[in-house]
């Protein structure tokens, strides 16, 4: 658990995406329609949409509510603001904007936050900060939103999921960086906007098998046990690509990053280290990596094999390929 040096606030502070509006260059700005704003998801969509103008801008409504402590003139904390930052990892781009109070007591805060369609990429985030002066030090940060909001350029529905991209490509005749891997049946790809696995149909038979919906017994069973190895191969990829750029705070603790790298982080290192908070795991990793820690990156290997062939359904893949061999063989015998 980090130790701070002054009080901070317990618990969690509420906060949410209220609305979103659109402008065009030269025109008057525009509501999106609330199928593109999930609150369960927290991702406001704002991809190409044939209902939806080229944008040029976006508005966002943000709405937080701060517990009674906060704002208590007894209390630890003076000056308490909240502030709301939007994040874009691909472009580098950084904004803040503080949320004004709206109520008597100064619990309710809103907002408008903009974002520009040049400064974003992909998918940017937006974290919720609550700020103030204590014993006498201002700007010290109080609280940090457990959960983020996303705002999706790319995306016409609103999901905080992100789909693998898998391209077939001819390895052998195709693009030259994948003409060195021509005896490989697949390759991960991590550079791009979300994780790519490129499959090489000029591996004999490969395309065919996964072209093929039905099929034999024999080949529908090869076929989810290559899959299910495909996706753990895949997971160990983006792991080890998601944890080689981290983000420090000042005083060195890693940061989860954003987009696709910050949820597979989230997603495997329960798996890892079911003992510990994800803030934890990232630590006890990143220490791994770096050599300050007594276990080294090589000792984490068995770890992050694990948490990708879970997160692959590979022990169920497989225990599953083994009983229809089992049955296939009893009915090649009788």
């Not at 006890?284 to 879970?310: C, M």
């Amino acid at each position: 658990m980090k130790v701070y040096p002054y009080r901070r606030l317990s618990g969690n502070v509420p906060w949410r995406v209220e609305s979103a509006q659109l402008k065009v260059e030269g025109a008057s700005w525009e509501d999106v329609e609330s199928k593109y704003v999930s609150t369960v998801e927290r991702v406001v969509a704002l991809g190409p949409d044939e209902d939806r103008p080229d944008w040029a801008e976006a508005r966002l409504r943000l709405a937080a509510d701060l517990p009674a402590k906060a704002v208590d003139p007894e209390g630890p904390w003076q000056d308490v603001t909240v502030v709301a930052v939007l994040t874009e990892r691909a472009t580098n781009m950084r904004t803040a904007v503080e949320l004004s109070p709206i109520s008597a007591d100064g619990r309710k805060r809103t907002g408008e936050l903009h974002v520009h369609r040049c400064d974003v990429l992909d998918r940017a985030s937006v974290t919720m900060s609550v700020v103030a002066t204590v014993e006498g030090v201002p700007g010290r940060v109080i609280a940090t939103s457990d959960t983020d909001w996303f705002v999706d350029v790319v995306a016409d529905a609103p999901s905080l999921a992100r789909e693998l991209e898998v391209k077939m490509v001819r390895f052998a005749s195709g693009p030259s960086r994948l003409r060195r891997f021509a005896d490989s049946p697949w390759t991960v790809d991590t550079t791009g906007r979300i994780p790519a696995v490129n499959v090489n149909i000029d591996f004999e038979g490969l395309g065919e098998l996964f072209d093929v919906d039905g099929g034999s017994g024999t080949e529908k069973t090869v076929r989810e046990l290559l899959l299910a190895q495909m996706c753990c191969e895949v997971w160990t990829a983006v792991f080890h690509s998601a944890v080689g750029d981290l983000e420090m705070e000042e005083d060195g603790s890693p940061l989860f990053p954003h987009g696709w790298q910050g949820e597979v982080l989230r997603e495997m290192l329960p798996d890892m280290y079911p003992e510990l908070t994800p803030e934890e795991a990232l630590r006890v990793v990143h220490a791994a990596r770096t050599g300050t820690a007594a276990a080294g990156w090589a000792e984490l290997q068995p770890r992050v094999h694990f948490a990708g062939s879970r997160r692959a359904g590979v022990p169920r893949t497989l225990s599953t390929t083994i009983r229809d061999l089992e049955r296939l063989t009893r009915g090649d015998e009788a």
